[in-house]
C-alpha cells in the first residue's frame, strides 16, 4: 500500500515563506499527475499546483508568483515551496497522486495533510 506523508507545515508570519514536503512510501509507478491542494475552513479544496511527468508545471492564479512545486523522482518526494505568504493561504496543505493502473484505470493516494498557518 502506497502512503503519501506531508511534512513542513507551520506557524509563520505574512511575508514568510515555508517549504513542504510529500513522501511516497515507495515508488509509484505509471504516474499521470502529482500536485498540491489545499483546504480552508467551510471553504472548498482547491489545486494549488501541479507538475506533469515531463516536469511542467501550473499554479492556481493565487498563488503563481509565490509558490513553486517540484519533485525528486530518486526520493520518491514532491515538495511546494511557499514564498511572499498571505493570511489568506492559511489552509490544510495535502499532495494528491494518480496513477494508471494495468488495466487502464486510474489510481489516487492522497496525504493526511499539514497545517500552514500565515498571521498577519
Known amino acids: 500500500q502506497v502512503q503519501l506523508v506531508e511534512s513542513g507545515g507551520g506557524l509563520v508570519q505574512a511575508g514568510g515563506s515555508l517549504r513542504l514536503s510529500c513522501a511516497a512510501s515507495?515508488?509509484?509507478?505509471?504516474?499521470?499527475?502529482m500536485g498540491w491542494y489545499r483546504q480552508a475552513p467551510g471553504k472548498q479544496r482547491e489545486l494549488v499546483a501541479a507538475?506533469?511527468?515531463?516536469?511542467?508545471?501550473n499554479y492556481a492564479d493565487s498563488v503563481k508568483g509565490r509558490f513553486i512545486i517540484s519533485r525528486d523522482n530518486a526520493k520518491n518526494t514532491m515538495y511546494l515551496q511557499m514564498n511572499s505568504l498571505k493570511p489568506e493561504d492559511t489552509a490544510v496543505y495535502s499532495c494528491?497522486?494518480?496513477?494508471?493502473?494495468?488495466?487502464?484505470?486510474?489510481?489516487?493516494?492522497w496525504g493526511q495533510g499539514t497545517q500552514v498557518t500565515v498571521s498577519a
Open positions: 507538475i506533469t511527468s515531463g516536469g511542467i508545471t
Open positions: 515507495e515508488r509509484i509507478f505509471s504516474i499521470r499527475f
Open positions: 494528491n497522486v494518480e496513477r494508471t493502473n494495468v488495466v487502464g484505470s486510474i489510481t489516487t493516494y
